[in-house]
Every structure is written in C-alpha cells, then in structure tokens.
C-alpha cells in the first residue's frame, strides 16, 4: 500500500507530472426550463487532467465527490499483477513461470518479449500506476479492498460482472481525502468481449449502470441538495480495455449526453466530469459531445 504522496511521486517517474492543474476545456450545460434564474440542472464538464484520481477529488479544482472506477469482474485492482497487457486479459501463471534472463520468451498473445520477469518488454504493457484501477486500490488499501471481498457475488464468483456497477465506500484514509463514494464498473475488452458480444453495447451499459447507481449513492451522502453532486469520471474502456480512442469517444459522448437529458427538475443537480490526460482524446469528445448535443 502507498500513501497518496508515495503513489504521485511513482506515478511521476512513470507517465505524468503529478501537481499539474487540471483545465476545464468545455462544459455542456442543461439548465431549468422557464426558470429565471437559469439554474443548472446536469452538465457534462471535459477536464485535461493528469489524473482523475489524485486530482479530482474533494476541495480540488473539480471537487468531486464519487469518482467512477474501471474495475474488473473480482475487483482484485490489479495487485495480482506487477504488469499487464494492455486491451488483453492477464495471464496470472505466466509471470511466475519465466525468470528474469536475457533471453527472449514467446508470449501466448504478444508475441516475442525480451526479459519478462523484470519488465523490461515492447510497448503494450502497463503497470498499476497506469491505470485507475490501480491507483484506486494503491490509495483504498486493505480496507477497500475488504469492502470488495464482502459484497456477495452476481455472478460465477464474480462481485461485478463486465457491464454492471457496484459501489463501495473508498476504503483507506488516502482515498478518503478525495471521494466520499467509489463507483466500479467493468468495461469489457474491445478485442475479447464476453460471449463475442458487441463491446460498445456493453461499454454504454457500464456508463449507464454506473451514473445510474451514483443517483442512489447520492442519497445517501449528507449535502445540501441544491448543491451539485459532481461525479468524476476517467474515458471507461480506453486505457487496459483497448478500445479505440474514437470508439471510447463515442460510447461516452452518446451516454453522457443521454444521462445529462435525463436529470429532470425536482432532483438534485448533477455534474459528470471527464478526466482526460491526452488532450487530443479530450478534445475529441467535447467535439463529438457538441456535435450530438
């Protein structure tokens, strides 16, 4: 386990500068019809961000207060795994079963990859820290990770089958500063979707699941009701998923915008903000949110 400094000084050697301040690209607000005021009844925010994580939480330029989590069926994180590839299932037995020699190995999915059991590999592998997921459960510690164990299983030992939402309270101190309520969903993998069904189809059911079930969780969290519930989220399914940036694009443009319709007068005002790290993807979905809007 990391502390939340500990976690952006790794993250910092790896990918990112940790203390950039995120930037407010565009919003996409929706606001009371015939009303004088012009209260804000949802919007959709596009955030550059390094991480959506460290950087979007309570009393921070976005101040939100639920962050929605890209998880997986067991909602292990990713502490079962020093690497990954990216867009392919993990294959747990294959780390512990190469040394780390000079030699190059072949890799079921991968192909040839040079000195494996010390990471030193071709593009396409990812480590905790380069995900959500893994920065998550780094900052959630053993507590987060026991509020996963004791939700009872949906599905074949699975606590959140590819599609669904499950909430959990954030779990260790670190993870607390920043969020009030954890939301995780499991997008599928573009190139290996369960039963070859429709990857997009079931990427748009864990956007729906999940703004969904920050509704309920929202009840709970003791606020003045006229005061925006902000909802952070990263693009689901473009990072260890593998879909297509232009593909991840279009299922959030299309959800996020059907979800900002659907907050009628009467419930409590919600905002869903994007935390983005490549600028041209954030980009992108302002454009495709603007076009479809």
């Not at 232009?246 to 299922?251: F, G, H, R, S």
Request: proline share 8%; with cysteine.
């Amino acid at each position: 386990q990391y502390s939340l400094q500990q976690a952006t000084s790794l993250m910092s050697t790896a990918w990112y500068k940790p203390h950039a301040t995120p930037k407010l690209l565009r919003a996409f607000i929706k606001t009371t019809p015939n009303s004088p005021t012009s209260s804000i009844l949802s919007s959709i925010e596009i955030w550059d961000t390094t991480c959506v994580v460290t950087n979007f939480g309570k009393g921070k330029v976005s101040d939100c207060s639920i962050l929605i989590n890209p998880s997986n069926p067991s909602l292990l994180g990713v502490r079962k795994f020093r690497y990954f590839p990216q867009g392919r299932p993990a294959l747990p037995s294959l780390e512990q079963s190469i040394s780390s020699s000079t030699q190059k190995y072949e890799h079921p999915l991968m192909g040839y990859v040079r000195r494996w059991g010390d990471m030193d590999v071709k593009d396409g592998i990812l480590y905790p820290f380069n995900v959500v997921d893994g920065i998550v459960h780094q900052l959630g510690g053993w507590r987060l990770a026991l509020n996963c164990y004791m939700l009872p299983d949906i599905h074949e030992h699975e606590k959140c089958p590819v599609g669904y939402a499950v909430a959990t309270s954030p779990g260790g101190r670190d993870l607390q500063k920043e969020y009030d309520s954890i939301i995780h969903t499991v997008p599928p993998f573009h190139d290996h979707p369960p039963n070859n069904s429709d990857p997009e189809f079931i990427l748009a059911n864990c956007y729906k699941n999940a703004l969904s079930l920050c509704s309920d969780v929202a009840r709970g969290i003791k606020e003045d009701r006229n005061v925006p519930l902000r909802i952070a989220s990263p693009l689901l399914g473009a990072g260890g998923r593998g879909f297509p940036s232009q593909k991840a694009v279009k299922v959030a443009a299309i959800e996020s915008v059907r979800w900002r319709d659907s907050i009628v007068k009467g419930e409590r005002p919600k905002i869903l903000a994007f935390g983005i790290p490549q600028l041209g993807v954030a980009e992108s979905l302002a454009k495709e949110i603007s076009r479809i809007s």
